[in-house]
């Protein structure tokens, strides 16, 4: 028996999916416009935006330093990540409490501050490269996603399970791989998508660290919209969204198959 | 393949708090010995150290003439069975039976026919290719057996493997680990803290308090001869009745309780008894007899009706004691009474 549902509930669900599906059809639109300005709705239909991002060769350098960057940064978060992660639920009851929120702490410094500082401690006073500090700087904001995301999925691990290993005769590092690890499989996978994601889409860090040459994707648009109101922005922001997609799906295929696989 | 394990006093604590004190324990090769006490007073902990997951700060663990004291505790070849099974989520019954053979470089064929005569002996052949999230709290437990057993471990290890199982399983499954450890001949250590299971599946029984041995004995000499009063309350002495000797004659002595009540015991019958002694009885240990008679006088409280007998809340000048009269005369509460202690139901223990 289906129960009913009330129209309310029904009003209430439409319209929160307006206000989440809207923005996409509205650039989606503006992307396809045959306009030489930004425009919804979309009069005529044309590709020519898309290809005028690509023979643009400023996007195409950014978008290839972004996926650098967002790839760069998450393998790091989730080197971190991972063994801190097991490390905090291993050994709770021996570790004191506020440990575990010094790996969230990136979270509660507002971005804007975060890039300042890293702008003067990293890049000025210890003069690394541009790139590098924008792979320091996405690595500390995505730690706390991929720390967080593993670790509520370690909290249930029974870690007797661990040990039942161990007195099989499987030493504690392949342990972690044949055991642990298996099992917060989709936590990790999990992880890796969240930081991508909050890596690839962040203005706020970047905005500080990018300099001479070297710019992030993001950047690159807030850059562009300055000077120019044509649809190239909409066309970017379609591709972007559909990077993010795409490399969600990858992950989740290949991670997801070749751990079913084993 | 069977080996006698000695632990000689070993030490161990979390933290500050010291959780086993010269702790010494000498199990013979194919023995299945139980620990059995309260929750918290180191059952588990002994077994960590003995498995290798807590590192000891004094003492000796020997299995056969290995000492296992710092050997890494993958490499100690020990069978465990948990609590809570803890079988791997992610792999199939067989492959979780399996892990342990594979851990040795035991691969292909053998590993396979290996597992299925596992399977076969604990009767999961058609559960092989299941993940244990489809299994019964039963066939996990076979399961978490199987996979301890499978590697042939000279050192079979339980931590209250039974607790999770209903009490009708647990009956059945306590014979099956007791026939299969009886059939191999493997030295075993089985942690609970129900006695009745500690005394059905032991040879010898090691009763625990906070961190000690308080006896480790046969389950009939605990039983019948507990050596103190700790374990005489824990198998089931109701009344510990503190007394000293007033009088001896021969081998005849008399004793005096609180409240200047006296009996007459005979050492014939007790054994030796110093001058301060705790005289131990089991309910059915201490006869209601009429007020003319020998023995402790009393006043009979509540009466409960036990099938073979009655047994009676007493009042005395040594305080509250349990005892028990015949069916045929059956007393009102209120009465007064002697109360006999019968010496094959009691046992005389050093003052606490
Ligand atoms: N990881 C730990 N950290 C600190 N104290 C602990 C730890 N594990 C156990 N203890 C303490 O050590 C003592 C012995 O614990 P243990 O687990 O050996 O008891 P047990 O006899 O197995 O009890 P149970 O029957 O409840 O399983 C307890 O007082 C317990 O509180
Ligand atoms: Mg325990």
Redesign the pocket.
């Known amino acids: 028996m289906k129960q009913p549902l009330h129209p309310l509930l029904i009003a209430f669900a439409v319209v929160v999916f307006f206000f989440l599906v809207a923005p996409l059809v509205i650039i989606l639109g503006a992307a396809v416009s045959d306009t030489t300005f930004l425009t919804f709705p979309p009069r005529g239909i044309s590709g020519r935006w898309f290809v005028k991002v690509f023979e643009m060769a400023a996007f195409r350098r950014t978008i290839v330093t972004s996926l650098q960057i967002a790839f760069l940064a998450t393998g790091f978060a989730l080197l971190i990540g991972l063994p801190a992660a097991y490390a905090l639920n291993r050994f709770r009851?021996?570790l004191p409490h506020w440990l575990s929120t010094v790996f969230v702490l990136p979270i509660l410094v507002p971005e804007i501050v975060l890039g300042f500082s890293l702008l003067k401690s990293v890049q000025v006073a210890a003069d690394l490269p541009v790139f590098s500090t924008l792979v320091i700087g996405h690595t500390l904001i995505v730690l706390p996603y991929a720390v967080r995301v593993i670790s509520a999925s370690l909290s249930a691990f029974d870690f007797s399970m661990e040990e039942a290993a161990v007195s099989l005769g499987s030493p504690p590092l392949k342990t972690f791989f044949t055991i642990v690890l298996p099992n917060v499989r989709s936590a990790v996978i999990a992880a890796f998508i969240l930081a991508f994601i909050t890596s690839i889409n962040d203005v706020s860090v970047s905005l500080f660290l990018t300099g001479p040459g070297v710019s992030t994707l993001p950047i690159q648009i807030l850059a562009h919209v300055e000077q120019f109101f044509d649809p190239v922005i909409a066309s970017v922001s379609v591709l972007l969204m559909l990077l993010t997609v795409g490399v969600m799906a990858v992950v989740e295929l290949t991670l997801g198959l070749t751990f079913l696989a084993k | 393949m069977t080996e006698p394990l000695t632990i000689e006093d070993l030490s161990a604590h979390?933290?500050k708090?010291q959780?086993?004190e010269d702790f010494s324990l000498q199990i013979a090769a194919g023995e299945l010995v139980s620990?059995l006490?309260?929750?918290?007073?180191?059952?588990?902990?002994?077994?960590?150290l003995i498995a290798g997951f807590l590192e000891p700060t004094s003492g000796r663990i020997r299995l056969g003439d290995q000492d296992l004291t710092r050997l890494p505790a993958h490499r100690r070849n020990i069978g465990l069975v948990f609590?809570n099974y803890a079988l791997f989520p992610h792999l199939t019954v067989a492959e979780n039976v399996g892990f342990g053979l594979k851990q040795r470089g035991i691969g292909g064929a053998e590993r396979a026919a290996r597992v299925a005569a596992m399977l076969e002996r604990v009767e999961l052949t058609d559960l092989a290719s299941r993940l244990p999230g489809a299994l019964s709290g039963g066939q996990r437990q076979r399961v978490a057996l199987a996979r301890a057993l499978v590697i042939e471990p000279p050192l079979l290890m339980f931590?209250?493997p039974l607790s999770n199982l209903d009490a009708k399983l647990r009956v059945g499954m306590r014979a099956e680990i007791r026939q299969m450890q009886r059939a191999n001949g493997t030295t075993s250590v089985f942690?609970?803290?129900d006695q009745e299971e500690a005394f059905s599946i032991s040879d010898r029984v090691a009763i625990?308090q906070a961190?000690r041995i308080m006896q480790f004995d046969t389950p009939e000499t605990l039983y019948q001869r507990p050596a103190n009063a700790f374990v005489a309350r824990f198998v089931g002495f109701e009344n510990l009745i503190p007394m000293r000797v007033v009088a001896r004659e021969g081998e005849s002595v008399e004793a005096e309780a609180e409240g200047g009540a006296r009996l007459s015991l005979s050492q014939a019958e007790y054994g030796a008894i110093p001058d301060a002694f705790v005289l131990g009885a089991r309910a059915e240990g201490l006869l209601v007899l009429p007020p003319e008679a020998p023995g402790l006088p009393a006043t009979l409280g509540l009466r409960s009706y036990l099938g073979r007998a009655y047994q009676y809340l007493c009042a005395t000048p040594a305080g509250p004691l349990t005892a028990q009269g015949p069916l045929g005369a059956p007393q009102m509460p209120a009465a007064a009474a002697r109360l006999q202690p019968l010496a094959a139901q009691c046992c005389i223990l050093a003052p606490e």
């Open positions: 009851i021996q | 979390y933290g708090v959780v086993l620990l006490g309260a929750s918290g007073c180191g059952k588990t902990t002994t077994l960590r609590q931590d209250e942690v609970t803290h625990m961190g």
